[in-house]
Structures are given as structure tokens and as C-alpha cells.
């Protein structure tokens, strides 16, 4: 797919969006960055937060954001690396916050995965705990990874609660019901661009339910690309497919979806830098 061929259909808004969880560090995107970038910039994505999913990608998601304004890091280890964290990795985590602390707007992504088990379960949980008190310590909000585990991070979060800097559960995977829970513990719904698929109905549902100042936006790129670019890598400026299809299943105009959702990504990152 040529650039030309990126740009030319995509949706416009006055509003700047935001992508509140992409991996930027990936390698899909070593040999563009600054293309992807800038792209981003040409279709108003004001705000993009690049997510750590172990020490060196959390390093580098920090190196990201001091090079490039639009770009906000955050730091921590994927439930897939918890059996690799060792003695020395939570307080390498909080130097690297503590030192930079004008780039970092998160602590994550956290969680548990029990589709893929790369970690065990057991080690996953004790983990999950863990970051989200260093999290606490550090005074962030946390991202949150949840695949085939909602009861035990429902559990989890109750137990650990509450949560003083607030939280998104990233890529939500579960139903409406399972929404109004994490919402009623303070935590945001954040909606990946799988609203787009055709028969993606749990999450068109809770897309269509929940308040929308608790909806956030994200691509997961490269992962997890809208229609109509699906099987392409995704990039920041696709979450506008996501922002366009969640406004038309709630019967809003594209830029009431963009301000409320920009709102609450600047509200609960910081965020500085968006001007809304």
C-alpha cells in the first residue's frame, strides 16, 4: 500500500484524536517512523501514546517521546514477560520514571493473558499486583491488558483498589456488562479499531452503551488494523476509521466522538502538549 494510497480516503475531523495505545518501539515501524509521523500530523492525531511492554521497549518508548512531540510513553511489563522480571526490573521501572518524568503519562501495559499463557498464570497474577501498586507509588494511571481473564482482573482490581491515578483497559474485549464494572472502578473503556469488523458485535455494543466520558480510542498498531486496511499494519492515523465507526454507532457527529474521547485522554494522561 503506497502512501497515496493511505491518504487519500481517510475521514477528516477539526478535532484532534487521540491514539492512546500504540507500539511505536516495533520493529513494523524502524524503517518509517517519521513518515508515520508526520502522516499522523496531516490527519490530526494530536496526541500518541507509545506503550512499554518490557524494560528495553519501555526505554525505548520514552526515547520516542523525548524526539518526538506528539509522542507520550509508558513503561512496565507485559503479562507475556512477567516470568523474565528479576530482582532488579521493578526498580529499574521507577528510575526510569522518576527520571523522566515529564514524558511518562502511564505505567503499563499490565495485566493478565491466559490465551496465550507465554507466562505462567500464577506469576502473572502475583505480577499484575505488583505493578499496579508500583504503579500507585508512582503516581500514574495504569494500562491494562486483559485477554481471557476479565473475573480475574475484576478480582484483582477490586483487591488492589482503588486506583488513586485512574487506569484504561486497553483493546476491551468483554461485553457491556463487563464494562460497567471496570467503569465503576474508575477505570476508562478504551475502543480498538475491531468496532470495524463486520461482525464484531460485543464490542459494538459496548461501544454503543457506555457513557462517553469513559470511552477512549487506540489502534494497538501494528496490531489490530480497521477496516477497510485490515491485514495492513496499523498506525495512528487509522484510529480515525475507529473514531468514525464508534460516532456512527452512537448517532454523533465524528467531532463530538473526537473532543469527548480527546477530553478524556488529556483528563486522565496529562497530556500537555493536545490542545483541544
Known amino acids: 500500500m503506497t502512501k497515496r494510497q493511505k491518504t487519500a480516503a481517510m475521514p477528516t475531523t477539526n478535532v484532534p484524536l487521540v491514539d492512546t495505545h500504540c507500539h511505536l518501539d516495533m520493529d513494523a515501524y524502524a524503517d518509517d517512523i517519521e513518515t508515520v509521523l508526520q502522516r499522523s500530523s496531516l490527519h490530526n492525531i494530536g496526541a500518541i501514546v507509545s506503550v512499554g511492554i518490557d524494560v528495553n521497549s519501555s526505554i525505548q518508548a520514552v526515547e520516542l517521546a523525548k524526539q518526538y512531540t506528539p509522542v507520550s510513553a509508558a513503561i512496565g511489563i507485559h503479562p507475556h514477560d512477567v516470568d523474565n522480571i528479576t530482582i532488579d526490573t ?10 523522566n518524568k515529564e514524558y511518562i503519562v502511564a505505567y503499563g501495559e499490565i495485566g493478565l493473558d491466559y490465551a496465550k499463557r507465554y507466562s505462567s498464570p500464577e506469576a502473572q497474577r502475583l505480577q499484575f499486583r505488583n505493578q ?145
Open 90 to 99: 521493578f526498580s529499574i521501572l521507577a528510575d526510569i520514571a522518576e527520571n
Open 132 to 276: 499496579l501498586s508500583l504503579a500507585n507509588d508512582l503516581h500514574l494511571p495504569v494500562i491494562i491488558h486483559d485477554r481471557d481473564a476479565h473475573e480475574d482482573i475484576l478480582t484483582i482490581l477490586r483487591e488492589s483498589g482503588p486506583l488513586r491515578y485512574g487506569g484504561i483497559m486497553h483493546c476491551f474485549s468483554g461485553d457491556a456488562g463487563f464494562a460497567y464494572k471496570i467503569i465503576d472502578l474508575g477505570l476508562h473503556i478504551s475502543i480498538p479499531g475491531t468496532v470495524t469488523f463486520k461482525n464484531a458485535t460485543a464490542i459494538q455494543d459496548v461501544a454503543a452503551k457506555i457513557p462517553l466520558n469513559s470511552m477512549l480510542l487506540e489502534t494497538d498498531g501494528p496490531f489490530l488494523t480497521p477496516h477497510p486496511f485490515r491485514g495492513k499494519r496499523n498506525e495512528p492515523p487509522f484510529v480515525l476509521y475507529t473514531a468514525l465507526k464508534v460516532a456512527e454507532i452512537r448517532d454523533i457527529s465524528l467531532e463530538e466522538l473526537a473532543k469527548q474521547t480527546s477530553l478524556n485522554a488529556k483528563a486522565i494522561l496529562g497530556l500537555h502538549h493536545l490542545s483541544l
